[in-house]
């Protein structure tokens, strides 16, 4: 079978390489094609992917519109060319869309219920909609939902093995903590803020006297900031939160991340709350592995909570018995994957 896979974020290249890996042993051909965001191209060329480009992320509301055009007729060519049996994504309105024109199939894989286009538009015309287990919401016929969370693809102990000598050679200074900014422009985002430019400066000035502090930042760090901004090749990042005493920040992604290498985890933005997303509630509410903070909650009192002694040890212990009640995710994936080629 001709597959594509489409990525539009860091994440989506992780949840997806090693289910790529056993479809390739399976003799499946695997095309891959990503938008232009953040670091993702760039973890692309450091792993040696082929890859081709369909688009550019836009930070601007005005111009997402006008790039919508420029994307959907790029894409169709490549996949014209592809003729993919089976085009698999996050969620992309584009690979729904370009599917009907081409008459090929889609799997959808949301692990976010609060997304208005993918719960009205891309999720009624997609072929199959994966989930994790606890997704609240219900797709009908087509909806299938599997043990854990996609994080699981390439965060379980059995994927991921952490390499203190990769960490020693990014010249990294123990104990360190992680904070993540993101620039909160995705389309999800809409309305929705994450931690105030004043408040980064206090959590670091909070920080900086018990451990050495690094900053990843979708946008520029303020002048009073430049100084702490992490320096690596993005795929070491998970080398990085396995080995800090603390991961802070309005990340999604990150947060859970961290919260799944066995790293205290805190998660503060204006998602949280009585309607947030599942997969936090599930972290925090059934693993406590994670702590979600509203804007206005009691986020030093947490940083002073995680920062004590053995915190870290306490979360490994954390992390393994999550991983225990797990299966093989990644299989699990590779074989729906195939069970909607084939029909």
């Known amino acids: 079978m001709k597959i594509v896979i489409e990525l539009n974020h860091p994440k989506h290249f992780y949840q997806f390489k090693q289910v790529m890996n056993i479809l390739i042993q399976k003799g499946h051909s695997i095309q891959i094609v990503a938008r232009d965001k ?26 997402k519109l006008f790039a919508v055009i420029y994307i959907l007729n790029n894409y169709y060519k490549i996949l014209k060319k592809a003729q993919p ?4 994504s996050k969620a992309s309105l584009y690979s729904v869309f370009l599917s009907k024109l081409l008459k090929c199939k889609t799997i959808i894989f949301p692990d976010s219920e609060v997304v208005f286009v993918t719960n009205k538009i891309v999720a009624p015309l997609a072929d199959r909609v994966i989930t994790p287990e606890n997704f609240e ?33 990014l010249n990294i200074i123990k104990p ?5 900014f993101i620039g909160w422009t995705a389309n999800h985002d809409v309305g929705k803020k994450g931690i105030s430019e004043d408040k980064k400066s206090e959590i670091v000035n909070l920080l900086k006297n018990r451990f050495q502090v690094y900053i990843s930042s979708e946008k520029e760090l303020s002048d009073n900031l430049k100084e702490y901004s992490l320096k690596i090749p993005a795929s070491k990042i ?11 920040g309005d990340s999604q992604t990150m947060a859970t991340e961290a919260a ?28 406590h592995i994670l702590r979600n903070v509203a804007l206005e909650g ?12 053995d915190k870290k040890n306490e979360w490994m212990d954390k992390r393994n018995n999550y991983f225990s009640s797990i299966g093989d995710t990644n299989m699990i994936i590779a074989e729906l994957i195939e069970s909607v080629c084939n029909k």
Not at 269 to 274: I, M, R
Not at 298 to 309: K, R, S
């Open 38 to 63: 953040d670091v993702l191209l760039k973890i692309l060329q450091e792993e040696g992917i082929n890859y081709q480009v369909f688009g550019v992320h836009k930070k601007n509301l005005i111009m």
């Open 85 to 88: 049996n089976i085009i698999i």
């Open 137 to 169: 919401l219900n797709y009908g016929v087509k909806h299938i939902r599997i043990p854990g969370l996609f994080e699981n693809c390439y965060l379980h102990p059995s994927v991921f093995q952490f390499n203190n000598e990769e960490l020693n050679k």
């Open 176 to 180: 360190y903590v992680v904070l993540r």
């Open 238 to 248: 998970h080398h990085v939160l396995y080995g800090a005493e603390l991961y802070l």
């Open 260 to 287: 799944l290498l066995g790293t205290p985890s805190i998660r503060t933005n204006s998602f949280v709350g009585e309607h947030d997303m599942s997969n936090f509630k599930l972290l925090e509410s059934k693993y």
């Open 298 to 309: 009691n986020l030093f009192d947490v940083i002073g909570e995680l920062t004590e002694p």
